[in-house]
Structure formats: structure tokens, C-alpha cells
């Protein structure tokens, strides 16, 4: 997908707003609008002025590897680091990391054991981060190569064998411990020298690494450390909406900027890359729910992402409703390996690496941590991305991260997120209660108002039609009426608890998305509550119940046979294009829409009747009077 995640919010934002319009706009107004069919696929292309391809990412050309000076004596050595968080394989070819598996989401909330996607009780594989597609490049695209802008240096630096400081093949380490581990590389052809320092900290997510790069004894100049290709979870059978392909993402200039890795590319261009100006404070790239990032020790400037796709076979996929109708499964897809090229200083200061979760509650936590240790203000919880438009990212992150902690705190007495769901719904609805009874009652006083407001209006035009002017004591008098009328059955009155649900739905879309805690949280018959439901039981149910709850929900009064038409298409057509727009969308998000309209469907039947009891007897023709009727005494006319 080119744009996955702006692709996701666009899509949800126009269900949302589309909910709000019927709610809203039809209720009231009955007036046909448009919807706003414009590509929510269109690639996100703010600041991304594109800089023309580097040689090796020129369209079509194929990649070699340059030989370095002088011949290869170091013999080749991969060591494994073992901690309970991670497992890290390091190759003395370049000092690469050549794997990087995540074993574990340590957080202030509790821990979780990871797995990658399409794991289940049966059958549960280790989560790499590492693109096997980016370990079989020429050259290999893996994190920790160093760039300075000579082909040949890059080369001789990346691909030529380390020295390393230690003897054994794997290091495990226990709590509290850490491993320090160097590689040395020397050439006096060209006068290079480079030392890549790791240290890991078996309790961390943060390693440091230490770049001493030097030409002749003097360091280089606009040395970068290249994070990636695609950090992410690299067992993703094809991504969608919600499983979305590795983005950019960096702090500079003290605000969030965020790429995908098909903005970079341009027409039919293979490869792309995009120059990012200002004051880089940490830089990387990942997926929704993990990241790899670096933060070196000072600000620095020359930020760069570069960006090459390729096309791949994948499991047969329905990539939405009409191909789920139709049985037209996809078999290949695009993909990309996005890479940043983040300055640092090679004088051997220390640049942090953080590889973890994109978990909310580790990212602040890990916020203080690295703020001490670098000596400036670190907000790595920005990783998350709470929103692609940058008007709505501080709204909706206020809005999240509270419901976020209530999900959390629910599921630790229920230890289910699909019960956290159901109960968090229940509340919410259970507080929206007497205004839906507000609602309800405004538009039942609008319905029985409705034939005497049409007999105003035509009253108040057959006036107009002669001439009476506005303020003619006639005319105030019909309008003071008409005034009364609506007095206690204003639309803003009935739309109130869609107003406050509008806001609600978007955050909630916001924490089931981004919430680790979710990732293969099963529930009922649902294996994942961040992936789609398998058998597409919730999407159809969520419609059934958007319409029987619309069904029973009273209604504006309507006084045309044109208006009454359209409330009744809008009652069936609204939910099946809501079908359309929610088709394999986050079960958890299903599962809190579905239960709400089955909460609101239950009220609604309790207000109705409650209601009942306000209604004034009704006349009624009887053949006879009964016997034991009271005899009213007439009324002596004195006229």
C-alpha cells in the first residue's frame, strides 16, 4: 500500500464524519450532499521535496559491490547476544547487525511476550525486525553501515571484516549486566581507520554505540549511521490499513515528521530519497509497533531517507469487500526498504539506539531515560503515530492516552482487552444515557410539532406572497409562534451524544491501533483485536445493529413524502457504506461500535417507553357511552 497509515486515519476520519453527516446533517437539514470521494491513498507529500536518486538508487540499475583497496585477511565471526528482552546477531562484516529479534515488552504496566505475526497458541515464531529482503542485497541493507559520501570508503568500511574484542560466539546476559563489545578496522591504503563500540544492557531496549571514524588521524566530516532497511515486523503475510509497511519517522526542528517510503518516490522511478533540513534530535524507522531509532549525544544537521521498491509474491489476499464479494484474491504486492541516513559525529561519542516496542508506556518511560542521558529533552513517544495530520495529532493523543490507561487498568481485572472493551463501552454509554432521553424526548416534541410548523410556514409564505412586510404584527406574531415551537427541540440538543461520541470513536480508533496490548490479544472467536476479523462476523453484525439502531431512534420530523424517502435510504444505505469503509477494520474498534449501537438499541427501547408516559391520552370513537362515564357540564355560552 502507498500509504498505509494516512490511508487507515483518512479512511476511518471520513467513517466517523460520515456517521456525524447522517446523525447530524439528514436528521435535520435533509439536504443531499456529496461525500468527498478523493483518494485517501494519495501519498503524504508535505516537506517532501524530492532530491534527484544517488547512482546506486538510479531506476533499473543494477547494484555491485565495489572491491575495497587491499584484500581481506580478518577471518568472518558472528556473535549472538542474548538478553531477556532481544537476541541481537552482530557480523563482523561491516559491524552489522544481521539479526534482531524481540523477545519481550517490558513496560511500567507489565511485561508481554512477543511474537510475530500469525503466531498463535500452536504455533508461536520469534519476531524479527531485520528485512530478509535487505540482508540479500548487494550490498546488504542493514542497520549500523556508515556513509560519508565516498563510494569507495562506504565500501571498504561495510563490507570489509572487524577485529572484534570478544572470543566467544554467543554472550548471554543476565539481569543488571551489560557486554561491551568493539570492532576495529584499519587500512593504511587509504588511511581508514574505524572503531564501532556496542554496549548492551541486558535490561534496556537502548544500546550504545560509539563511532570513531577517522581519514589519516583526522575524523570525517558528514559521517552518517544508517538505521534500517524497514525495521519492522517482518512476518507480515501483506500489508493493509492496519498491518502498515515500515514509515519514516523523525524529531526535527522540535516537531514529528513523518514519510512513508512510497512518498519518496516519484512517477515510475525504482528508488527515491528525500533530504530532511534542520536539527535532527533522534531519527528512524518503523511500524506500527515497533521502531528502531538513534539519538546521537548532540543535535546535529544533513538528515536523509532513501527509499527502493520491489514487487513480491505473497499468500492469496482479499484486499477489501468487493473482492471478498467477488472472489478475486491479490498474489503479489509492493514493497519497499526504507532506510535514514542519520548524522552523527564520528569522533567516538556515544549515539544511543533505541529498538523496542512502540508501546506507549515504554516510550514515556523511555523519555526520561534518555533525556538524562543525553542532556536535552528526548520525546521518543512521538514514534507513535497517534495522527498523520499534525492538526489532529495533539487532540487526539490527549484524547488516547487516557483511554489507553482505562483499557490498561480494565484489562488487569479482566485480563481480557476484548472484556476491557465491552466494559469501557457499557460506562460510556451508560453516561451518554439521559442525554439520548434528552434526544428522544426533543424529537418527540418536534414530530407532534411538525404539522402545525408546516401550517405556520405556509401561513407565514401565503403572507409574504402579499406583500405583508417582516414586521408587521401578523408576521412577528406567526414567527414569536414558530419560535415556541421550537423551544426545547433544538437539533444541537438532539445531536449532543453523537457530538461526544464523534471525538470518543476517533481516539478509541487511535488506541486500538497503536496499543501493543492489543497485537494478538484473542477474544471469543477473534485470534487478534488489532487485525480484522477472519470471518467477517463483526463488520456485518456492526451493520445490522447500525441499523435496527437507527430504526429505533427517533427521528427529525419529516413533512414531505421526499424527505420521508430520504430518511429511509439513508436508515439502510449509510450502513451498508459504512460496510464498505469498516470492511477489516481492528476487530477492537468493530467490537466497541458493535456493542455500543447494541447498548444504544436497549436504551432506546427503555427511553420509548419511558416516553410513553408523557404522551396526553389520545381520542378515541366510541359507539357508545359507557355507564360508568363522568358527565360533564356544559358550558353556558354567554354570547
Known sequence: MSDNTQSAQSKFLLAAIL????????????????????????????????????????????????AASTSDTIPNKEITIKTPLYQVKLDSKGALATSWFLLKNKSPKGEKLLFADGSNESGQKPLELISPEALKRTPREIPFRLATGDQNADNLINERNYQVSVNEETVELGAGQTKQIDYVLKDEASGLEVTKTFIFNADSYVTD?????????????????????????????????YHIEPEAVAHVNGEIERHVAASLISGENNAGELAVKGDVDWAGVGDAYFAMAAIPLTKTSGLEYRSSKYEVAVEPFFDGIFSWILRTEKTSEIRHLLTAYVPINADGSTTKIYTGTKDYFVLNHYNEVLTASVGRPIDIEDFINFSSYGFLRPILKTLAVPILY??????????????????????????????????????????????????????????????IPSDDPRMRELQMEQLKMTKDSLPIGGCLPMLL???????????????????????????????????????????????????????????????????????????????????????????????????????????????????????????????????????????
Do not use: C
Not at 447530524?24 to 536518486?53: C, E, H, I, L, R
Not at 426533543?442 to 407565514?460: I, V, Y
Open 19 to 66: 456517521s456525524m453527516a447522517f446523525f447530524f446533517g439528514w436528521s435535520y437539514f435533509f439536504a443531499p450532499k456529496k461525500t468527498d470521494q478523493t483518494n485517501t491513498n494519495t501519498a503524504n507529500t508535505t516537506a517532501n521535496t524530492a532530491v534527484a536518486p544517488t547512482p546506486e538508487l538510479q531506476p533499473n540499475q543494477p547494484v555491485q559491490q565495489i
Open 406 to 467: 482505562a483499557l490498561t487498568f480494565l484489562n488487569t481485572f479482566t485480563n481480557s482487552y476484548g472484556l476491557a472493551i465491552i466494559i469501557f463501552t457499557l460506562f460510556f454509554y451508560s453516561l451518554l444515557f439521559p442525554l439520548r432521553w434528552y434526544q428522544s424526548k426533543s424529537f418527540k416534541k418536534a414530530a407532534g410539532n411538525a404539522p402545525k410548523m408546516k401550517d405556520l410556514q405556509d401561513r407565514l409564505k401565503e403572507m409574504q406572497k402579499k406583500g
Open 501 to 639: 461520541q464523534f471525538p470518543l470513536l476517533i481516539a478509541l480508533y487511535t488506541a486500538v491501533t497503536i496499543a501493543i496490548g492489543f497485537r494478538q490479544a484473542p477474544f471469543l472467536w477473534l485470534p487478534d483485536l488489532s487485525a480484522g476479523d477472519p470471518w467477517h462476523f463483526l463488520e456485518f453484525g456492526f451493520a445490522l445493529s447500525m441499523i435496527l439502531s437507527m430504526k429505533f431512534t427517533p427521528q427529525a420530523a419529516v413533512i414531505t413524502p421526499e424527505q420521508q424517502m430520504q430518511q429511509k435510504m439513508m436508515i439502510y444505505l449509510m450502513p451498508v457504506m459504512m460496510l464498505w469503509i469498516m470492511w477489516s477494520a481492528p476487530a477492537g474498534l468493530l467490537l466497541y461500535w458493535f456493542f455500543g449501537n447494541v447498548v444504544s438499541f436497549v436504551q432506546q427501547i427503555i427511553i420509548n417507553r419511558m416516553n410513553k408516559t408523557d404522551e396526553p391520552p389520545k381520542e378515541e370513537i366510541v359507539p357508545s357511552v359507557p355507564a360508568n362515564a363522568k358527565k360533564i357540564k356544559p358550558k353556558l355560552s354567554t354570547s
Open 209 to 241: 554505540l560509539q563511532v570513531k571514524l577517522t581519514r589519516n588521524g583526522a575524523p570525517v566530516p558528514n559521517t552518517k549511521l544508517l538505521i534500517g532497511a524497514s525495521i519492522g515486523d517482518q512476518s507480515i503475510k501483506h500489508h493493509n490499513y
